[in-house]
């Protein structure tokens, strides 16, 4: 509150403190006269600035911007342009894309992919921070453990990934879980009846998920002032406490927005596991179009679907940076919903008094 | 009640190839106020981290109402602690930071009660009771809902003294508590600190106050390049030092116009 007030109060001292050679600002005619002026003013009070002028009684016009609302209509007239082409095109056969969006086989394949991208980043998720404490932690094997996984599987592409462990049936033909080295055997199974399609693509995008994620949880919990976890050992609080209560909290709003980044790669990533034959949208929609013919509305279908997910998680988002905030703004922004609350409601208010 | 009898001995350690404690012995009785004075680089914040185990010694060592800290003497051997009994020694031992190390996520209120739930097991309800009680103690309890971004640093280090208090340690540590803070700030919490001073605690205190050092102290201890070069009542050491050294630091520290 006293910011605004000095600025006002300044200048009500320079005023009253200046000589009273104050004039208009528009007053071009006096203009000859300042050379004059001024260095008897100087001499007189050799510590006064050059003359106050009073603005309070004056109106403030903004300042015109001319080449921002050229670029204004420029932009909109190309986003209707688009806009013109897609509704109108017959090409897009936007007929086609409606019938299709809501079709039972899409929806499945809609279900499937957004199965595999809630398991699959979770469970990477989990994993990736697990692998970040390991490269956190004292001991030289964890830390070579965790770089060396991080090394492989950010090293090789997915769509290598996927086939591996669709394939691991011939690699290996048996799983079996036993006493390492001898021939004791617990359990035995075909390889080829435990990696189905759906295990393959879990496996494949979980543990390429959690190279990345462990990287990024990495990140978060070295932004964290070091700091917090001496306080916290000086306050007795054990280790996993301190990690989970203290540490991570804190590392979550480095975390978040590459984080979201990841899962909104992944949504669309799981396209990828396409190459499995996995009935997931983008495989049910090649399905449909190479049946039909109807390749680009088919694909639209797809992308509509990929875009309401992102735009889902995009809110998501929002609502769980906006939670991890707190304490870290001294007040938290309004939501969105919020401001058009409190639009309406002043706006109420001012309805009724001029009523 | 007369515990928190901090016995230092010997006590060596060293950072690389810089040795930053050499061999430093210090007593300090049970209810005693020692002030640590010292030029920066002196091994004074170190010397306190040992003292909690935040910093391992080389060697010497260090007790605590004749406990051994961070280490159990087995048989001939010293056996280092686990985890989990270090912990344990620390909830005996408040630490209170220059740069705070409040936990930002968490209000003033929960900041106090979360060491003694999760380190002493005591329940929601007492350890937040108790956190209002302490709260108010610092003079701080109508901010109890508020982040530690919204207070000042002056209320930040109090609420961080309330919260190395809400475990009742024997012993408090502070480590140049008003470094951080603005001139004006510095005196709120120095307050707080010379009304602990009266309470019982043992309190093991770094700082740059000089007037606050001759205050509060019962020993003052001058340390400089890792080895306490003076120690004595706050009137032997400001008024008489005997040592050229000491007397060279509180030339230059102390301005003329203060009155000692």
Redesign the interface.
Known sequence: MSSTATPVSVAGAAAQSAPSTGRPASAGALENQAPESTPESTAETPTAGPPAVDYSGYKVVPAKHPGRWVGTVLVALGVAAVLWSLATNPRWEWGVVAQWFTAQSVVNGLVETLKLTAISGALGFVLGFVLALMRLSASPLLVGVSWTFSWIFRSTPLLVQLLLWYNLGYLYEKISLGIPFTDVRFFEVQTTTLISQFAAAVLGLTLNQAAYSAEIIRGGILSV?Q??L??????????W?RST??IL??AMRAILPTAFNEIIGLVKGTSIVYVLAYSELFYTVQVIYNRTQQVLPLLLVATLWYVVITSVLSVFQYYIERH?S??????LPLTPLQKVRRFFATHAVLERKSR | MSTGHVEITDVRKSFGTTEVLKGVSLTVPPGGVAVILGPSGSGKSTLLRTINHLEKVDSGNITIDGELVGYQLRGNKLHELREKDILKQRTHIGMVFQNFNLFPHLTALENVAEAPVVAQGRSKEEARARALELLDRVGLKDRADAYPRQLSGGQQQRVAIARALALNPKILLFDEPTSALDPELVNEVLDVIRELATSGTTLIIVTHEMGFARDVADTVVFMDQGQIVEQGSPQEVFTSPREPRTRSFFSKVIEPAFNI
């Not at chain 1, 707190?326 to 007040?331: E, F, L, S």
């Open positions: 002032d700091g917090q001496e306080a916290a050992a000086a306050l007795g609080i054990p280790a406490r209560r203290i909290p804190q991890y707190k304490g870290a703004v001294r007040n």
